[in-house]
């Protein structure tokens, strides 16, 4: 037996609960993965609240990413005893995810860990930090380089946004940070964010072409943010936008990809091709210590979920939640 948070849907409602479970219970899968820790992303958040079209179909384990142990395995990628790393591939949405002690998976999902890292740390990034560092990458391939100017992250208090601050901080770009919250300016300072700009501001209408202020941005909302965004784009600028948390419509023009070179380059977690996820996860665990990454993360037991879930889609969270599925 092993516990699971397990969402059920009656009358319409989401309906999230603690069940002890058995490994007859589980979906296919040729790996089944003792779980160490998973994280509570905002997708996560949508899920167990019930306020987002994210489960696929019910009962699910909800749960995008988790960290563990190999317990059981047909595959020949993996022996009992490897550590692994999952995210993506529709796990919490339409495969039972990592809100659970136990999961069963297909092989090819699993990233082997990276030297240097282990289950705990792998989850304190997780999913988000993986997107913030696809996001760097895009950017870097788009040769938006430190000495380029001013790089903005939007929805930087968040999960994405606080890793993508502290990458890029560390990499040595001018991070400018976008957060309704003046209170996350201390928290985001110490990850190396050097200027700030209110939510409300960059929610403003705009013309299809402001004043040139970025020779880069990662975009974590979507939306009228993300508009404003391309139209303030110096000429030859990259946006890295990997969120849909404002809005998936985007009202602009052309303008600023003819008249200013802009390119917009979409990053997914989800479906990123595993060659790619792998480099993510091997420059995450070369060129971010511990040190830099231990203030982003509060650690909660798996029966804590639902409210923290609550708190996360209200905007109460700073950086990283991370479950220990050890605990109880």
Known sequence: MFKALVLEQQDA???????????????????LVDVAYSSLNYKDGLAVTGKGKIVRQFPMVPGIDFAGTVAE??????RPGDAVIL?????????WGGFAQKVRVNSEWLVPMPAGLNAQK???????????????????????????GKVLVTGAAGGVGS???LLLARLGYHVVAVTGRPETHAFLSALG?????????????????EAQRWAGAVDVVGGEMLARVLAEMAYGGAVAACGL??????????????????????VDSVSCPLARRVRAWERLAAELPEAAYADLVQSIALEAVPQAAQD?????????VLIDLAQG
């Open 13 to 31: 409602k989401t309906h999230a609960s603690i069940r002890q479970l058995t490994v007859a219970d589980l979906p296919a899968g040729d790996v």
């Open 73 to 78: 395995s047909a595959s020949e990628r993996f």
């Open 87 to 95: 995210t993506g591939w529709g796990v919490g949405e339409n495969h």
């Open 122 to 148: 792998a989850m304190i990034i997780g999913t988000a930090g993986l997107t913030a560092m696809l996001c760097v990458m895009a950017l870097e391939e788009a040769g938006v380089t430190p000495d380029a």
């Open 163 to 165: 890793v993508a601050v």
């Open 193 to 209: 964010a050097k200027e700030f700009i209110s939510r409300e501001i960059m929610n403003q209408p705009c013309r299809p072409l």
């Open 245 to 266: 948390a404002g809005s998936f419509k985007l009202d602009t023009t052309v303008m600023p990809f003819i008249l200013r070179n802009v390119s917009l380059r979409g």
């Open 312 to 320: 996360i889609i209200n905007g109460r969270v700073c950086g990283r």
